[in-house]
């Protein structure tokens, strides 16, 4: 299984996660935005061509520690065949 990340972070330096998302081969996928980041930390970059993006998903919207409990799998609002991390 092949698994595709991509993640929003407030710059290169302080790596403050903003988003996540993950999708499998098979397309399962999650998404989860941090409501909780400090948005003040963000590089210029970052205002411009993601902030703008955010909030689009009212239902994906959370606080670092729920995006991250729904990323485990078996998680009741993880997809309905959970993602397998493995090493």
């Known amino acids: 299984m092949r698994l595709s990340v991509d993640c ?3 710059d290169f330096i302080d790596c403050d996660l903003i988003s996540i998302a993950l999708v499998t081969d098979d397309g399962r996928e999650l998404y989860g935005e941090r409501s909780d980041f400090d948005d003040g930390s963000c ?3 970052v205002r411009e061509a993601v902030l ?3 909030g689009q998903h009212a239902d ?6 729920r995006c991250a409990q729904l990323c485990s799998p078996g998680s009741s609002n993880s997809p309905a065949r959970p993602i397998a991390f493995s090493g």
């Open 8 to 10: 929003a972070f407030a």
């Open 43 to 45: 590089n210029a970059v």
């Open 60 to 65: 994906r919207y959370s606080r670092v520690r």
């Open 52 to 54: 703008p993006q955010l």
